[in-house]
């Protein structure tokens, strides 16, 4: 992944609730631009999401603080950041805690156990989290191009009638 940097985008919110949706929007906004697919939009949404949520509840306690969110745009992936300045965790504690989740597990145990970590890193590529002066949780989403090829439908080929 030594590829260069297309552009970079930088977004500052409020660590609160009602500032979440900013972060979605914009990383919505900026992955339709590069040409992701609904379902992988929506994913990256709910991840992000998840994201400025543990920053929220967990960096700030209910106290005064911000979340940069960073988008860094390649010609075949979105890399987004989201950082915080608050308190940090111990990410070895959490994955020990959260084990595997089954379906036999009930929604309040997988809530407790770390679910926002477990579905950023099922809805993204890769998901790499620092814990240096804050929390910084770096997702990756390749764009799957070929996965429209390999049905046959090809930027080039498709056609409309206008």
């Known amino acids: 992944m030594s590829e260069k940097q297309i552009d970079f985008i930088r977004l500052n919110i409020p660590a ?3 500032y979440v949706g900013i972060a979605r929007l914009a990383v919505s906004g900026v992955a339709n631009r590069m040409g992701f697919s609904y379902d992988e939009i929506e994913d990256m949404k709910l991840a992000v999401a998840e994201a400025c949520t543990n920053a929220v509840d967990h960096a700030y306690c209910g106290g005064d603080g ?18 915080d ?3 940090s965790f111990d990410i070895s504690e959490i994955d020990e805690r959260t084990g595997p989740i ?3 597990s009930s929604l309040n145990a ?3 156990r770390g679910l ?5 890193k099922t809805l ?10 804050g929390v910084v ?5 390749f764009i799957r191009k070929d996965v429209v090829e390999s049905y046959g439908i090809s930027p080039s080929s498709h056609q409309t009638n206008r």
């Open 110 to 112: 997988v809530r407790e």
């Open 85 to 87: 300045r608050g308190n």
């Open 137 to 141: 949780v770096t997702m990756t989403k």
């Open 116 to 120: 926002g970590l477990y579905l950023m």
């Open 66 to 83: 911000e979340i940069e969110v960073a988008c860094k745009i390649f010609s075949d992936r979105i890399q987004v950041d989201v950082m």
């Open 124 to 133: 993204m590529d890769d998901v790499d989290i620092q814990l240096d002066q």
């Open 16 to 18: 609160k609730p009602e």
């Open 102 to 104: 089954t379906h036999q």
